[in-house]
């Protein structure tokens, strides 16, 4: 996230009153064979193994918007 960006969510967040409630949901990525290997990551994208897909799966629902 850029500083830019960092600056305009902190202006949204000023202007919410206490009147509005937020959800905020984290989702971590999903299994990959470098996990199960302890490997270092953070350059290379890896793609999602078996359970990982399962595990991208069941959290797809919850991230859907709501009405």
């Given at each position: 996230?850029?500083?830019?960006?960092?600056?305009?969510?902190?202006?949204?967040?000023?202007?919410?009153?206490?009147?509005?409630a937020c959800t905020l949901h984290?989702?971590?990525?999903?299994?990959t064979d470098w996990n199960k290997?302890h490997r270092l990551q953070g350059?290379?994208?890896?793609?999602?193994?078996?359970?990982?897909?399962?595990?991208?799966?069941?959290?797809?629902?919850?991230?859907?918007?709501?009405?």
């Amino acid at each position: 996230m850029t500083l830019q960006d960092q600056q305009r969510l902190a202006k949204a967040l000023a202007r919410m009153d206490a009147c509005h409630a937020c959800t905020l949901h984290v989702t971590r990525h999903g299994e990959t064979d470098w996990n199960k290997e302890h490997r270092l990551q953070g350059q290379l994208d890896p793609d999602l193994n078996d359970t990982g897909r399962v595990q991208a799966m069941q959290v797809g629902p919850s991230c859907r918007l709501q009405p």
